[in-house]
């Protein structure tokens, strides 16, 4: 998550879903440490990160990657 903020990567798509991206990464891992949620609902955040937005910002990254 830093390299791609510290290089502008995957800015366009990142903008508009990007932050409940992060909120449901801090928010996930914050249940995971603390023990409110097991090890294993890390799969599910996986599946809910990729198919709210995180695919296609994957998908633009590699792009832009790709292209320098």
Do not use: A, C, H
């Not at 990142?14 to 992060?22: A, F, H, M, P």
């Amino acid at each position: 998550r830093d390299l791609v903020r510290s290089r502008g990567l995957g800015d366009v798509y990142k903008r508009q879903v990007g932050t409940n991206l992060e909120k449901l990464e801090d928010e996930t891992m914050l249940k995971i440490i603390t023990n409110v949620e097991p090890v294993d609902s890390f799969d599910e955040y996986v599946e809910t990160w990729k198919s709210t937005g995180g695919d296609q910002i994957t998908k633009e990254v590699q792009e832009e990657v790709d292209n320098k």
